[in-house]
């Protein structure tokens, strides 16, 4: 098995939990410089100095600047309260309920996202070790060495400043980087324990950046995996999302099989082979590949958008396949029927209560897999068949056939299938959308959507008298 971890001699020296001095990486000693950093992200930080506030570019941005890659985010922690974020900038609004975020808005769809300087999660308070149930509420502001400290993993953990371009340092974040190391800032124990969601976060990190789990970590994340049972099937699920669409999955997938943390994110894939030979698993792995090869795509005027229920299909599909033999069933009129129900009666058994998916989302995951072998089996013809073209799932089963014949057969999925055209960026700050606005521009009550038309012929087809 290869486990992706590090030696014990790479750990750093031991830092006091109480010291407050951070290590500062003058701007000669470190590859960030100030025209990296995102416009709207600098006019934010400018702002807050002129008004006498402290702002710093935080966590992912400065560790993706630091390696060299383009940060997908651009956030920034600041001394300012949300109440005096939403009076400076006008083109915000604040979001969350357990700590208040000042989103600022720009034209073409930029969001820079500014939080308040944090004392400490709400997943580490003091407590008995024996109480592991999610921890209630207490967020409170504090101070840059306090707000280091409560973060995940010491590359995310770092601080860049403007005035003298230098990152400051309080948890060893900038030496891991340079040694290629994913490291839980604190006690790897106590801090997967006192929340479990953790383990994914490292593992997702792991997954972008290559680097090695340091032996701690790893025997944290072995040791605790179970515990992410305890943790709301909301916040699974949303994690899991992330490591599905950061272009990153395979790579993912791979760790979190060698550390069985697979296995307890989804217990009935133990029933089939998955070992490193397995047919199985070469699936999964293959599938999840071709799913990253089309969202690293770089595209000027599009991105690639795959949805969600899709990589859960994809994601459960070796197993169906294993469990069903699915790619070899010809069925049709009620035995096609049986099958659906079947098959949608297990996607309620593995993802309804473990990850609070809607309905909608099983129902489509259900149409992917019970038209799959007919893909497979027309696609050997010069056409589609026209019965075929007609069904109201061609669209959708046509690219999820394009990913599973990437796989089996090499032929490369079309991206412009998973195309959404990007509106062009603007650097002019814009007002956020309004809380109760709908798709037709009403300003009206939210989700409320009054049945007028100013044609003559009246509303929703019926004549007028």
Same mark, same amino acid.
């Given at each position: 098995m290869n486990i992706p971890i590090g030696p014990d001699s790479e750990q750093p020296p031991e830092r006091s939990s109480t010291a407050v001095d951070p290590v500062i990486i003058q701007e000669h000693d470190h590859p960030i410089r100030l025209h990296d950093l995102d416009k709207e992200a600098l006019k934010v930080l400018y702002r807050l100095r002129d008004a006498g506030h402290s702002g710093y570019l935080v966590g992912g941005g400065? +560790?993706?600047?630091y390696l060299g890659k383009q940060p997908k985010d651009f956030d920034i922690s600041t001394d300012a309260r949300p109440g005096q974020l939403r009076k400076l900038f006008r083109n915000s609004r604040t979001i969350g309920r357990r700590f208040r975020l000042v989103q600022v808005y720009f034209r073409g769809g930029? $969001? $820079?996202?500014v939080s308040t300087l944090r004392s400490q999660s709400e997943y580490d308070i003091d407590r008995p070790d024996d109480e592991i149930e999610v921890l209630p509420a207490n967020n409170t502001f504090g101070t840059l060495a306090e707000d280091a400290k409560r973060r995940d993993l010491t590359i995310n953990s770092l601080f860049y400043e403007? #005035?003298? /371009?230098?990152?400051?340092?309080?948890?060893?974040?900038? +030496?891991? &980087?340079?040694?290629?190391? =994913?490291? $839980? @800032?604190?006690d790897p124990d106590r801090r997967v324990t006192r929340d479990p969601v953790r383990i994914m976060r490292t593992v997702r990190h792991a997954a972008r950046t290559g680097f090695c789990i340091e032996p701690a970590t790893w025997k944290a994340i072995v040791a605790n995996r179970e515990k992410i049972r305890l943790c709301p099937p909301s +916040? =699974? /699920?949303?994690? &899991?999302f992330k490591d599905l669409h950061s272009g990153s999955s395979e790579p993912w997938a791979r760790i979190a099989l060698d550390s069985s943390l697979f296995f307890t994110l989804f217990p009935w894939y133990a029933e089939i082979p998955m070992e490193e030979d397995s047919?199985?698993?070469?699936? &999964?792995l293959s599938l999840l590949a071709?799913?990253?090869r089309l969202l690293k795509r770089q595209v000027h005027d599009y991105r690639i958008e795959i949805p969600d229920y899709m990589l859960l299909t994809l994601l459960v599909m070796p197993w169906v396949n294993a469990r069903f033999d699915l790619l070899r069933q010809r069925l049709k009129g009620s035995a096609h029927y049986q099958f659906s129900r079947e098959i949608r009666r297990t996607l309620d058994e593995l993802f309804g209560e473990h990850f609070n998916l809607k309905r909608g989302a099983k129902d489509s995951m259900t149409t992917l897999l019970v038209n799959l072998p007919s893909f497979e089996q027309f696609s050997r013809h010069s056409s589609w068949p026209n019965w075929l073209q007609k069904k109201s799932y061609f669209r959708d089963g046509l690219r999820f056939f394009s990913l599973y014949r990437e796989t089996m057969e090499g032929a490369p999925a079309d991206e412009q299938q998973f195309a959404v055209a990007v509106a062009a960026a603007g650097h002019d700050f814009f007002p956020p959308? #309004?809380?109760?606005a709908v798709e037709n521009g009403s300003t009206g %009550?939210?989700?409320? %959507?009054? @049945?007028?038309t100013r044609r003559k012929r009246g509303v929703f087809g019926l004549r007028n008298k």
């Open positions: 400065v +560790r993706d600047l930029k $969001i $820079i996202e403007i #005035e003298n /371009r230098t990152i400051i340092d309080y948890v060893g974040g900038v +030496r891991d &980087l340079d040694q290629g190391i =994913i490291r $839980i @800032a604190g +916040r =699974i /699920r949303d994690e &899991l047919p199985h698993r070469r699936m &999964l071709v799913v990253d959308p #309004e809380t109760g %009550r939210k989700g409320f %959507r009054p @049945a007028f």
